[in-house]
């Protein structure tokens, strides 16, 4: 019963589709879905920030970031958005000409930030470089990679540490950025394995070195940048007292740590939805439903575990379902963090230690199987779970 309550609840949490005033929107452009302040018609995007050309000729329809070729993969109302963007690349033909493919790339995207978090600047090739530049609030940014290799064995896979590929973290706050590969000598000593410099930046977690990359990469490669809500008043303390206040109903405006300027919406604690549209946040059932004192500011996301562990139980197949009363140990696991408050306290490592120490076998399953300490745990219990095959 709980159990269906709480499915219910992590169910509702999805989008909705859009309204603003009188207009209905589309929420979605091929299999990609497009949540407010994102829209692709006129009356259903904040500001022009956040229009989306939805290309109908494709199949499945295509959506563009503004009236760009840069793609959208993604769009997360939690400030993400996924883009293609385009290698650049710097290449050599027998005799040291310049393959006329070679191109600088210019990704210059006014508004929006790259995500200093989700991805890298890259470089690959033998005989290369390639340089970053951009703007951090109105300063240059330039910075650069470069790599080497005499010959593809002295290649490692999964590795980009200067032998045939070159990463570099992308500094907080990076905007309007364009990037430009080169060579030191024109490829002439490994022509016959390696005759371009690729250069880009790339998702982390979408990119895996290997040596075949030395011979070519795709055009086209994953990047990630935060949008925030900008000329829109000022968030101060949560809330701003301009006309055009981007956060409706229930929902609280954010500053990006990162420096970026502008601000995002979140829906109050309790709260799910689109704090964006009017009356988009709406009450959870799930924080209704587990008594009050459980939920606060701090442990939503354990909240979420649960009902995330709820609906295992419910779709998965009998045998594959956790028993019971694995199920309670982890709503005591639930429980008992919230005693401790390890929740959002930042405590010294010694604590966190000795806590984990005392509630020991709450943490410890059948199998007596080492688990990893704190909070983070609890997801890969829940994952231990699943794979014990029940
Ligand atoms: C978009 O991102 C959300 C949140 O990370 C994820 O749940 C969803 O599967 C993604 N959608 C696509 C089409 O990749
Ligand atoms: C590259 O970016 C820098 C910093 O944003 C800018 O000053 C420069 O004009 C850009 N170059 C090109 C060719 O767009
Ligand atoms: C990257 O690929 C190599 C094999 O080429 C594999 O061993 C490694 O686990 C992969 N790393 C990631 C993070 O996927
Ligand atoms: C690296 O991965 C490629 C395929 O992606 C494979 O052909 C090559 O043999 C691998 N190299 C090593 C050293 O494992
Ligand atoms: C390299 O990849 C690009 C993009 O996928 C493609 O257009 C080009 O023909 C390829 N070049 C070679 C030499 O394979
Ligand atoms: C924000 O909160 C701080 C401390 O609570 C207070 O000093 C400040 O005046 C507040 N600012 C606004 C604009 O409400
Ligand atoms: C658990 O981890 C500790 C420290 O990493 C190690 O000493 C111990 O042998 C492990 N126990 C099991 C059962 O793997």
Request: charged fraction near 25%; charge should be negative.
């Amino acid at each position: 019963m709980l159990l269906h309550m709480l499915l219910t609840a992590a169910a509702t949490a999805a989008l909705v589709s859009h309204r603003i005033d009188e207009t209905v929107c589309e929420d979605r452009c091929g299999d990609v879905v497009i949540p407010y302040p994102f829209g692709t018609t006129t009356g259903c995007f904040l500001d022009d920030n956040f229009f989306i050309t939805c290309k109908k000729s494709s199949n499945p329809p295509q959506p563009f970031l503004w009236k760009t070729n840069i793609l959208v993969t993604n769009i997360t109302i939690d400030g993400r958005l996924h883009v293609m963007s385009t290698a650049g690349r710097d290449c050599y033909l027998e005799g040291g000409e310049s393959d006329p493919i070679s191109t600088r790339r210019v990704f210059s995207l006014s508004e929006f930030t790259i995500s200093s978090t989700e991805n890298m600047f890259t470089v690959i090739g033998c005989d290369s470089y390639a340089y970053i530049e951009g703007s951090i609030s109105n300063r240059l940014y330039t910075s650069g990679c470069m790599s080497f290799c005499d010959k593809l064995d002295d290649v490692e896979n999964g590795t980009c540490a200067g032998t045939g590929c070159c990463q570099i973290e992308i500094p907080k706050g990076l905007k309007q950025i364009n990037y430009s590969a080169g060579s030191f000598d024109k490829h002439k000593s490994v022509l016959e394995f390696n005759q371009c410099t690729f250069a880009f930046v790339v998702e982390k977690t979408k990119f895996n070195f290997s040596s075949s990359y030395i011979w070519n990469i795709t055009e086209k490669v994953h990047t990630v940048l935060d949008w925030t809500v900008t000329d829109h008043g000022k968030c101060e303390n949560g809330s701003s007292s301009s006309m055009n206040y981007a956060c409706k109903e229930n929902a609280k405006c954010i500053v990006p740590e990162d420096g970026s300027p502008g601000y995002r919406c979140q829906c109050q604690p309790g709260y799910g939805g689109n704090p964006y549209l009017p009356n988009g946040c709406e009450e959870s059932c799930l924080f209704e439903i587990l008594e009050n004192h459980i939920v606060n500011d701090g442990n939503e996301e354990q909240v979420k575990e649960v009902a995330e562990l709820a609906k295992i139980c419910l779709n998965v197949k009998g045998e594959e379902r956790p028993t019971m009363r694995e199920v309670a140990m982890e709503l005591d696991g639930l429980r008992m963090m919230h005693k401790h408050s390890w929740v959002n306290a930042e405590l010294n490592p010694e604590e966190t230690e000795r806590l984990l120490y005392d509630n020991a076998d709450v943490y410890k399953y059948g199998d007596g199987s080492n688990t990893t300490a704190g909070y983070d745990s609890l997801k890969d219990h829940v994952l231990e779970v699943l794979d014990d095959g029940r």
